[in-house]
C-alpha cells in the first residue's frame, strides 16, 4: 500500500514553455502533498506543500508563479513550470501524506526535466 | 535553520564488508529520522524509520541507530553486496523533512 505515482518520468521542453508533472496517490488519501527539486550531486529541497483545496505553501526563494501548484483532490497533485528555462532542469520528486503527520510521507519516482 | 551532513560522499567496498554511514544534524528538536536509498534518475525507496524516543532499528542486513542529544545516526550494512550499490540518504523530520546531500556506495563484485 501507500503507493504514489509521478507523470511523466521524463520531459524535454524547449525554454518558455510550460511543463505539467501530476503526482497521483494511488491507493490512499493524500491530505497534504509536497514537492521536492534536486539539482545533480544535491540534497533534495522542499519547494512546496500543498494541502487539498487550498493554496500552497511555498518556500523561501521558490517562486509562486513560476512554479504552480494545484492539489485539487485528494490524490492528484499537479506542479506546472511556466516559462520552464534551461536553469529550471532537475529532477523532481513529489510525496504525499495521509495527514498523519509530516513523519509519515510516501515519495513518487520523480520526474526528470530537462529545458533545452 | 536544520543542517544534515553525511559522510563520507562517496564510499567504494569489497563485496563482503560491513560499512557504516554517517549522518549529522544541527537541530537535536526532531520527530524522527529516515534512511532512504536511491537509485540513479529513481525516485526515493524507504529502508528505515527511527522515532525519536528510538535508538535503533534493524532489517535484514540493515541497522540504523539514532543519537539526538549528539546530532547524529548512521546506517550500517552488513556484508555489503553489489545490489547495494546507490546513494543513501538520511532525512531528519521535523517541521519537515530535511536531507542530506547523501553518500553514494559501491559495491565491488
Known amino acids: 500500500g501507500a503507493v504514489v505515482s509521478q507523470h511523466p518520468s521524463w520531459v524535454i521542453c524547449k525554454s518558455g514553455t510550460s511543463v505539467k508533472i501530476e503526482c497521483r496517490s494511488l491507493?490512499?488519501?493524500?491530505?497534504?502533498m509536497f514537492w521536492y527539486r534536486q539539482f545533480p550531486k544535491q540534497s533534495l529541497m522542499l519547494m512546496a506543500t500543498?494541502?487539498?483545496?487550498?493554496?500552497?505553501?511555498?518556500e523561501q526563494g521558490v517562486e509562486k508563479d513560476k512554479f504552480l501548484i494545484n492539489h485539487a483532490s485528494l490524490t492528484l497533485s499537479t506542479l506546472t513550470v511556466t516559462s520552464a528555462h534551461p536553469e529550471d532542469s532537475s529532477f523532481y520528486i513529489c510525496?504525499?501524506?495521509?495527514?498523519?503527520?509530516?513523519?509519515?510521507?510516501?515519495f513518487g519516482p520523480g520526474t526528470r526535466l530537462t529545458v533545452l | 535553520k536544520q543542517e544534515v551532513t553525511q559522510i563520507p560522499a562517496a564510499l567504494s567496498v569489497p563485496e563482503g564488508e560491513n560499512l557504516v554511514l554517517n549522518c549529522s544534524f544541527t537541530?537535536?528538536?526532531?520527530?524522527?529520522l529516515q534512511w532512504f536509498r536511491q537509485d540513479p534518475g529513481k525516485g526515493l525507496t524507504s529502508l528505515l524509520l527511527?522515532?525519536?524516543?528510538?535508538r535503533e532499528q534493524t532489517s535484514g542486513r540493515l541497522n540504523a541507530s539514532l543519537d539526538k542529544s549528539s546530532g547524529r545516526s548512521t546506517l550500517y550494512i552488513a556484508a555489503s553486496q553489489p545490489g547495494d550499490s546507490a546513494t543513501y540518504l538520511c532525512?531528519?523530520?521535523?517541521?519537515?523533512?530535511?536531507f542530506g546531500t547523501g553518500t553514494s556506495l559501491t559495491v565491488i563484485p
Open positions: 532525512a531528519v523530520i521535523g517541521n519537515q523533512f530535511y
Open positions: 500543498s494541502n487539498e483545496g487550498s493554496k500552497a505553501t511555498y
Open positions: 527511527i522515532q525519536s524516543s528510538q
Open positions: 537541530d537535536s528538536a526532531i520527530y524522527n
Open positions: 510525496s504525499a501524506s495521509s495527514g498523519e503527520g509530516t513523519d509519515t510521507q510516501y
Open positions: 491507493d490512499f488519501q493524500a491530505t497534504t
